[in-house]
């Protein structure tokens, strides 16, 4: 299938990209390289730069490529963010999806798959969290993706657009020493942790101990990178199928000191701690239910343990502490 994959050259988007190609087919990837990296480019896809809310930009890619299928990666994606610059999420995540899905619907493309996001269900209680639960959004992120969730409902309903929503849950590692997470500012746990390691930071802080959690810290469902690829990849071959959503994660939930624990070991750094105040938006407990893409897709997370997790994402910060370097 001919593909276009916004934000191919991001964190998520290159890995899937990879996949993609090995899977065999063929892609274009529409990007701003504002977050993405040139260097995360495969060389076997094709580069459109361009930005989403240019509509003219995204009706040039689809005449010029023609795309079967298309995956949505390209976004703002920080919750804490989010909590400070609402309309950034909004405005500008529901633009640019809405100026893609027009263009495709006008374009006659009928398969969609969106990075969607465990923010959905910010106000939980109910852990595992499967795809019945009610949707919360904790943030303006999340309430961003649950617009686009929403739009793409219509674009089944009304162009019969097939798409598939994926929600995932803390999206981490690297699918090889060349290939990985590398954010500026960088605000993810993980590669903050593995930048102390590096002796780039001097200390992690802890945001909150006071959580309603085992330890009083947060506790998230940290899916590897690889196999959130992997998803995407059997969701686009079973859209003809027709639509659907899946909670993407673990099943297993880590707290913050956890991961930090992990760490330690992994990395044989004493990696510091110190304990901030709360970080706004940020729900207690994030799990996920997968039942229900294991069983209809046959989806297995490769990485579940977090030790594995850890070295993974490790060998790609020693590989390149300054990430792509292009900064
Ligand atoms: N945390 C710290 N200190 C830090 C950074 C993070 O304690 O310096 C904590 C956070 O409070 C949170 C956990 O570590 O409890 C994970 O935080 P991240 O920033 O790594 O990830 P988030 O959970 O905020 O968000 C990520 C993605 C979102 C996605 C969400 C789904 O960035 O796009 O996972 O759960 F929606």
Not at 104 to 121: K, M, Q, Y
Not at 188 to 207: D, N, S, Y
Not at 295 to 314: C, K, N, Q, V
């Amino acid at each position: 299938m001919k593909v276009l994959v916004t934000g191919g050259a991001g964190y998520i988007g290159s890995a899937t990209v990879v996949q993609l190609l090995e899977a065999g087919h063929r892609v274009v990837v529409f990007d701003n390289l504002c977050q993405g990296h040139r260097a995360a480019l495969h060389p076997e896809a094709a580069l459109f730069e361009g930005d989403l809310l240019d509509r003219a930009a995204v009706d040039r890619v689809m005449a010029e490529y023609a795309p079967e299928g298309i995956l949505h990666f390209a976004s703002h994606t920080l919750v804490g963010e989010s909590m400070e610059r609402p309309f950034l999420y909004l405005d500008d995540n529901v633009r640019a999806g809405l100026n893609l899905l027009e263009s495709a619907a006008e374009h006659g493309v009928r398969r969609f798959i969106l990075s969607s996001t465990a923010n959905l269900f910010g106000l939980h209680d109910r852990i595992p969290i499967d795809e019945s639960a009610p949707v919360v959004p904790g943030s303006p992120y999340g309430e961003s993706k649950h617009l686009l969730e929403r739009i793409l409902h219509w674009m089944d309903d009304r162009f019969g657009m097939r798409y598939a929503a994926l929600r995932y849950f803390n999206a981490c590692g690297a699918v090889s020493p060349d290939l990985g997470e590398d954010h500026d500012p960088e605000t993810h746990l993980i590669p903050l942790v593995l930048q102390v390691a590096l002796g780039q930071r001097e200390h992690v802080t802890i945001f909150g101990d006071d959580y309603d959690t085992p330890d009083g810290t947060c506790v998230r469902d940290y899916v590897h990178v690889y196999d959130l690829a992997r998803a995407h990849v059997l969701a686009l071959q079973a859209l003809d199928r027709g639509s659907r959503t899946y909670n993407l994660g673990n099943g297993r939930g880590f707290s913050v000191r956890e991961v930090i624990e992990a760490a330690r070991e992994v990395t044989g750094h004493p990696i510091p701690a110190v304990l901030g105040p709360r970080r706004p938006g940020d729900p207690a407990v994030l799990v996920a239910a997968s039942d229900r893409i294991r069983g209809e897709l046959g989806w297995e997370p490769r990485y579940t343990e977090m030790r594995d997790i850890l070295e993974s994402a490790w060998r790609w910060h020693q590989a390149h502490p300054r990430g792509y370097g292009d900064r």
